[in-house]
């Protein structure tokens, strides 16, 4: 069989599956709003959790540094692509995050596929969440460390593979701070307590926790009253913050060494200036208007306990991302059809962004969202 026969049988097996993917255009309309065919709806699907995205002063920031320093960096940042712009970021990221100090790559994928490298290799152990999101296992797997797994936020397991790590040079545990598709919260006092009894170091991804836990939003290391801090912390400009590229925050010592080190970072472009003029824009917002934040829970309880008073089955979590778990693939992808025609766009998550025989509607939640917005979604809900 040549290669795009190959392609074509193995895409029909998707098809059969229930689990072809397929891409389709979304037309922003401003707020939630968007449009899909002609048709308008609301988005119940993206990350933009504190409506940043469109806020007329991070455009105005982005647009600005567009005007000054053109669409894109030019070059790698250690070449001449670290502008003023990179490092008011980088500056005032590892404030907000309260670093030492920070280095900013062009996507938070690119972030962990080389900073858990940078922090073991071969002889040392990495321990990673089932639950992970797919770069922070692509990242553990590229440091070429011992690969242990250890079952979704279970203490006791997480226990027994430090026990099992013992043996190796370096240990470092891997978690997700709020988990992507189930939304539910890493109990990170007890984690960073664990692995001190065992001398290991914690990793933490804050992608959805940035912008949405702790006071003004600083994420879950504010969240937690910590005694012993994560060695590192990192996470995305793309999601509450609305803008796009990665980050990495720790000792001034590992972010040196990162930058000599990553290869997603040393062998690519340095991110667009309006990139970080935005991210500089959102970051400047949610210090000025940290209501914002305290919108975002209040919306996301609004919704959680409605959909649970109609019946639906919220598993555990409080913020902005809810799961409906709905089984089977066919089954979850005719629900969001069906949501959409009643003008609300949740999307069906499928194996392998899930495991197997748990696809399900994954809500995300916004500020942005209005009572009217909230109300559409029961309604659509109702009618399921
Ligand atoms: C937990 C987590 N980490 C990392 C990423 C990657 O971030 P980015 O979109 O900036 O590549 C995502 C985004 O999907 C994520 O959910």
Redesign the pocket.
Known sequence: MNWLDDMHEQLHQLDAQGLRRKLRVVDLLGGMRASIDHKDCVLFCTNNYLGLADHPKVLERAQKALLRYGAGAQAAALVSGNLPVHLQLAEITALFKGAEACLIFP????A?LAAIPALVGEGDAVLCDRLN?A??IDGCRNSKAKFLIYEHLNLEDLKKQLERAGKYRRRLVVT?AIF?MDGDLVPLLKVTNLAREFDADVYV?D??GTGVLGPGGQGVTHHFPLKHHPAVVMG?Y??ALGS???FVCGPKIFIEYLLNKARTFVFTTGLPPAACGASLGALEVLQQEPERVEKLWNNAKKIREGLRTMGYDIPRGAGPIMPIIVGENEEAVKMSEKLLEEGILVVAIRPPTVPKGTARLRLSISAAHTDVDIEKLFNAFKKL
């Open positions: 996507t938070g994928y690119m962990n999101h770069s922070l997700d992507s991804d992608s959805h995305t793309s999601k796009v590229g990665g």
